[in-house]
């Protein structure tokens, strides 16, 4: 890793103290783990063009709903390492400031003015874009901001201006819109809006508060769900202790800043560490020694392998499977309803954690799919085949892959049938029935409440 010394632009007029660039330049996709190549792939920095998925089918079949469940953008640390500096990232949103996007001044405008909008409870308390010159723990940065912005403007081109999802009269009941009560999923929500329908209407917003990251709503009571979130605990607890590598590093950095190893562990790093690199300023300094790249890559390595195991363990696809059925349930109910001709919420956009998105990922059976970056989007797209109207089809994309082929529910149809999409009964099926064959019930309060043989 080349560590070439760059001058970051200050708006104040001081002379910034030069700073060191640590991120890589990746060229192509290596076979083993690669910490630092998927901690790119992590921060997601917006700079090419992505290519996506979305929107393709047969010329005959006809676009007739759309619902995307996203993380937030690219946010500052929700933990900060003890005793060392925070690290100083801007969280003003400044169009000429890198990344930026075309639009980000007319979004600044246009969020000033959303008071007309109608925010459920703690929401309309909340900023709708970032504005700290320092950030503050868990804020939106610019780049979250733009990640969002991006990701708004790729589904205007598909889904409005191709597939006339939404016509320029659309009113506020063709579209739902839910987020949790922090301000970065609120922020990132919005960001995407607006590029998806510039300019918008606040009076036709109007955006609904969950409480539970797992968008639970009212079907939160499972206690079989915490009892197999417990048991992946220990899972994870369990692996961490036999990695040697990694408590060495820990008692390593934990000797730099001077803590003891217990609490530089509890403090999350990671989570810290993740900010400096995807932000591209060196890692943490004191006067015993500086944490670097080798103590980045331990971490980050043990985090992937505890991914790959957690795969392989099942007991967090069962919790999945218990935490994601609410949810998924009210997808299934209101595509079922579009279906049968009804004409509400065909546009959705749930604004969510990474807490929420693996979890779904997980239940659906995608398990090739990395976990979830800054700004992910999981898409699920119905369809009506033109030639038999009745006929209704799905398709689930992940960061603009096609990955209804690895879902559980349709897999083996994919082999069998030529057909290009996978029927929406079969969704239908897997979320009102077979999701609950591996606890031997055949209802959510069911397997919510029997315990394992």
């Known amino acids: 890793v080349h560590l070439i010394p760059v001058n970051p632009i200050r708006t104040d007029g001081l002379n910034p103290k030069s700073r060191k660039r640590i991120m890589p330049d990746l060229l192509t996709e290596p076979p083993a783990i690669d910490p630092v190549y998927e901690a790119h792939i992590y921060c997601n920095i917006p700079t090419i063009a992505e290519r996506?998925?979305?929107?393709?089918?047969?010329?005959?079949?006809?676009?007739?709903?759309?619902?995307?469940?996203?993380?937030?953008?690219?946010?500052?640390?929700?933990?900060?390492?003890?005793?060392?500096?925070r690290p100083d990232i801007d969280c003003m949103l400044l169009p000429s400031r890198k990344p930026s996007h075309p639009q980000l001044e007319a979004f600044i405008k246009h969020m000033s003015k959303g008071s007309a909008a109608q925010m459920d409870g703690s929401l309309s308390s909340l900023p709708r874009y970032p504005s700290h010159s320092l950030c503050e723990m868990g804020e939106l940065t610019q780049t979250g901001v733009v990640q969002h912005l991006r990701n708004g403007q790729l589904l205007r081109e598909i889904y409005i201006n191709k597939h006339k999802l939404l016509l320029s009269d659309w009113t506020a009941k063709q579209l739902y819109l839910e987020t949790t009560g922090k301000s970065r999923t609120l922020q990132s929500a919005l960001a995407l809006l607006y590029t998806f329908l510039p300019?918008?209407?606040?009076?036709?917003?109007?955006?609904?508060?969950?409480?539970?990251?797992?968008?639970?709503?009212?079907?939160?009571?499972?206690?079989?769900?915490?009892?197999?979130?417990e048991e992946e605990q220990r899972r994870q607890y369990s692996l961490r202790v036999k990695n040697s590598d990694l408590e060495k590093i820990y008692v390593d950095m934990a000797k730099i800043v001077g803590i003891p190893t217990r609490q530089l562990r509890a403090s999350n790093p990671i989570d810290s560490l993740l900010c400096y690199f995807c932000h591209n300023v060196s890692f943490p300094c004191t006067k015993t020694g500086c944490i670097g790249m080798e103590h980045f890559k331990v971490i980050k390595r043990h985090q992937l392998e505890d991914e790959r195991e957690r795969q392989?363990?099942?007991?967090?696809?069962?919790?999945?499977?218990?935490?994601?059925?609410?949810l998924l349930n009210q997808t299934v109910n209101r595509l079922q309803r579009i279906a049968e001709g009804k004409k509400e919420e065909l546009f959705v956009l749930y604004s969510a954690h990474d807490v929420t998105l693996s979890p779904v990922l997980s239940a659906l059976g995608i398990t090739e799919a990395r976990f979830p970056r800054f700004a992910a989007r999981l898409v699920f797209e119905l369809w009506q085949d033109g030639k038999r109207p009745k006929e209704h089809f799905i398709r689930i994309l992940y960061n603009g892959a096609d990955v209804t082929s690895q879902t559980s529910f349709c897999k083996d149809y994919y082999k069998r049938s030529s057909k290009p999409m996978c029927p929406l009964e079969r969704f239908v099926n897997f979320v009102k029935r077979d999701m609950f064959l591996v606890f031997n019930s055949t209802s959510y309060y069911d397997a919510c409440r029997r315990r394992p043989l």
């Open 52 to 85: 996506s998925m979305e929107g393709h089918a047969p010329h005959y079949f006809k676009l007739v709903s759309v619902q995307v469940l996203i993380r937030h953008g690219d946010r500052y640390p929700l933990y900060a390492i003890p005793k060392t500096k």
């Open 199 to 229: 300019d918008f209407d606040w009076k036709k917003i109007n955006m609904r508060h969950q409480w539970s990251t797992i968008f639970c709503s009212g079907s939160c009571d499972c206690p079989m769900r915490n009892h197999y979130l």
């Open 312 to 326: 392989d363990k099942k007991l967090y696809f069962l919790y999945a499977l218990l935490a994601t059925h609410p």
